[in-house]
């Protein structure tokens, strides 16, 4: 923070000699001294904190469950029971025996795949909504009603159409993560400033232009908060699905190991999903951050 | 009669819930080229809704606008507007915001090197190209007013449109503005209808001030000739006796004549 405060105070004195200026060069992107020490010492600054609660939870949760007749297992008697599970994620003996990696993508592929069509026809339709005013308040309601589905209510209906595992799993992680992409980039759309348009009407934009150097990025912020909102919604159907669909991928093990009653691997499990569904949003925030220039917030 | 801008008797009406409401009644006006008009009213009189008639984003309901003997008919570059708000493209620079209008005005006409001198030109005549590199939401909201400028001027505009275009700035940042446009008016000698209602920024640019009176259907009150020698230096403004009777008589018809009705 304070690094940032630092660029914007000192550019913000300009203003006052600006009125007598001559011409000037374009400035040099500079490299400010100190800079590096400063980012360590954030990185430092936000790193420590995070590590000194886990710590913390870590032995709150040793010191409760560390009696080893308790049900739910410490963080020690995990590390014994799933020593392979957590230190080799690549270990594959065929069928179902594979290491969490291995589940871990299966499911990340099918959200890739499902996921990808959502964004797309969702942008499309969103696009196509926002700019129709009949059309929003035709099927706004319909949106906000079917949004509300939870995704485990859909799987049901997916596997009476498509009678398998594979499609319906897509299915259901389309079907939940659409919504709040159409309804964000409708309400892009929706709000366009219109002194933006006014500036491509004065400049005699073509439709087409006026579509990609104005509407797009005006409405990128606000895609990317639905795209946000889809992913992990996806994340959560696919994880629920799997446990009911079988086969292969991190929600069927986790249902797997708990027929098998190996709750510390289901444990492992469970931070593999959190951090795969952080990485999930962090990435599509940082491509957000990308596609907008700076203009969303990630 | 053929001036190089001409309003000719534009009524507008807007419609609001079924009730249709005057806003201009029959507004003419003459503006030769090189000359710089400033339109003085008070706030909801339809002074804004007039220079959106001129820039052909609003339609008048009857009569027309005819500029370098050609009727409006819709937007365009040759009537360029700065907008109060600057409408600086956040996710542009202010080069790239620049650049945006050389390239659709000149993108036949100039070279792809040409484009590039004749944006940092425009630049340079608002002092900015220290901040070529640099997003809207980086610099100040004077600045950006001046990217702005820059952007109608890179146009080539046959007329610049001011819409308030100081409105949203403190005193200091308006008073260097104000010098600027003044002094790009002179180098470039462009013709300027500006929205205001600062009675010394009118005395100060123009060079003849019009006067609205109070909508709905507000019509031109009084038309005001400002005889003072260009350059005009704000500090001598204050001793030249005639700086203060023109303002004089601009405050007189704006409170004593026509005063705004309690809001």
Redesign the interface.
């Known amino acids: 923070m304070t690094v940032l405060a630092a660029v914007k105070s000192d550019a913000l004195p300009e203003v006052a000699s600006q009125s007598s200026a001559a011409i000037v060069k374009l400035p040099q992107p500079k490299r400010r001294p100190g800079r590096h020490p400063a980012f360590a010492g954030q990185v430092l600054a936000s790193v420590v904190p995070p590590l000194l609660v886990i710590t913390l939870i870590l032995i709150v949760w040793q010191i409760a469950c560390g009696d080893p007749a308790s049900l739910f297992p410490g963080p020690l008697s995990i590390w014994e029971q799933s020593r392979e599970l957590i230190v080799d994620p690549f270990f594959n003996r065929g069928g179902v025996d594979k290491g969490l990696f291995w589940h871990v993508s299966t499911s990340l592929s099918r959200v890739a795949i499902g996921f990808s069509m959502a964004a797309l026809a969702g942008v499309l339709l969103g696009v196509w909504i926002g700019a129709n005013k009949w059309a929003l308040r035709a099927f706004d309601p319909v949106f906000q009603v079917l949004r509300t589905v939870p995704p485990l209510a859909w799987l049901p209906i997916s596997l009476a159409l498509f009678r398998e595992a594979q499609p319906s799993a897509l299915f259901v992680i389309f079907i939940t993560s659409i919504w709040p992409v159409i309804i964000n980039t409708a309400v892009g759309i929706r709000n366009l400033p219109q002194d933006y348009l006014n500036v491509g009407r004065v400049l005699r934009l073509s439709s087409a232009e006026m579509f990609f150097r104005i509407m797009a990025p005006a409405a990128t912020p606000y895609i990317f908060t639905g795209l946000r909102i889809g992913i992990g919604m996806s994340w959560l159907a696919i994880v629920a699905s799997e446990m009911l669909l079988g086969g292969v991928g991190i929600g069927f093990f986790i249902w797997d190991q708990y027929n098998a009653s190996r709750i510390s691997d289901i444990i492992v499990a469970l931070i593999w999903v959190g951090l795969v569904g952080y990485a999930l949003d962090r990435f599509v925030a940082l491509l957000g951050r990308f596609a907008s220039r700076g203009t969303a917030a990630s | 009669m053929s001036s190089y801008l001409s309003i000719e008797n534009v009524s507008v009406t807007f419609q609001r819930a079924g009730v249709v409401s005057d806003v201009l009644r029959s507004i003419s006006l003459a503006i030769e080229q090189g000359e710089y008009v400033s339109i003085i009213g008070h706030s909801g009189c339809g002074k804004s809704t007039l220079l959106n008639v001129v ?3 609003v339609a008048p309901v009857s009569g027309g606008v005819i500029l370098d003997r050609r009727e409006v008919a ?4 040759e ?3 700065v ?1 109060q ?1 600057h ?1 600086l ?4 620079s202010c080069y790239e915001n620049v650049r ?2 050389v390239d ?2 000149f993108g036949r006409t100039k070279s792809r090197a040409e484009r590039h001198d004749w944006t940092m030109h425009n630049l ?1 005549l608002v ?9 809207p ?4 909201g ?2 950006k007013q ?1 990217v702005g400028i820059a952007r109608a001027l890179a ?1 080539e505009p046959k007329v610049l449109l001011l819409d308030e275009p100081f409105g949203a700035l403190d005193a200091l ?1 308006r008073a ?1 503005l104000q ?2 446009v003044s002094e790009i008016h002179a180098r470039v000698g462009c013709t300027i209808l500006m929205i205001t209602h600062d009675v010394d920024e009118a005395v100060f640019l123009s060079d003849r001030i019009v006067m609205m009176t109070n909508g709905p259907a507000a019509i031109i009150g009084e038309i005001l000739d400002i005889v003072l020698p260009r350059p005009r230096c704000r500090v001598a403004m204050l001793e030249e006796p005639r700086f203060n009777q023109y303002r004089q008589k601009v405050l007189d018809f704006l409170y004593s004549r026509h005063a705004a009705r309690a809001a």
């Open positions: 820039g052909g984003l819709g937007p365009g570059p009537r360029a507007i907008f708000n409408s493209l956040p996710w542009l945006l209008a659709k005005v340079q002092q900015m190209t220290h901040a070529a590199a640099k997003r939401g980086e610099i100040s004077g600045m001046r146009m940042t260097s010098e600027a």
